[in-house]
């Protein structure tokens, strides 16, 4: 690619990539698959996201897990999720659900914990969440048996289009209050 590209074709390009990658990159992978400078880069990004919000665009450039990526707006994926979303893409039970809050909250979180604060046993959703790569293993509790710790991943951040942990939702003092009941 041309060092001197023209700003037209440094968006369309960056557009392009945005539309063939279906994972979200950095601006740093968008500078290596673009041949553009990094500061282009950020600018481009920028003029897109100015761009995809006008009220007749069906698409955003949103921030997931550190990376862009082109997605669909929530008020049209609502209207075409059925026939594009993945199959099991929104099917968490209630318990997976619940045990997934507890690990994001909680993490590092050990199963003895969730099973404490769920007061049942969390073996089969552990294996659920790790399976979908939802959770992963992220070191070991300085106890006696050295149990496993949980914390949530990056397919986590993408599943609920998250940048950051620190995105979630705030709880309030009595939540907050039953996500530290095993400390």
Known sequence: MEEECLPDKEMALLETIFFLESEPRDVQALSRISK?????????????????????????????????????????????????????????????????????????????????????????????????????EVGKKDIPGKPSQYGTTVEFLKYFHLNSIAELPQLDASEEERFTLAR
Do not use: C, F
């Not at 282009?40 to 003029?47: P, T, W, Y």
């Not at 008020?75 to 993945?86: A, C, I, P, S, T």
């Open 36 to 136: 553009l400078d990094v500061a282009v880069v950020e600018d481009v990004i920028e003029r897109l996201k100015q761009k995809y919000r006008s009220a007749d665009s069906g698409v955003q450039l949103e921030q997931i897990a550190g990376g862009w990526i082109l997605a669909p707006k929530k008020e049209v994926w609502e209207l075409v999720h059925q026939r594009y979303g993945k199959k099991n893409e929104g099917k968490l039970s209630k318990a997976a659900l619940e045990t997934l809050s507890i690990i994001a909250y909680s993490q590092p979180v050990t199963k003895a914990e969730i099973e404490s604060i769920r007061g049942v046993s969390a073996d089969n959703m552990i294996h659920l969440l790790s399976e979908r790569s939802l959770i992963k």
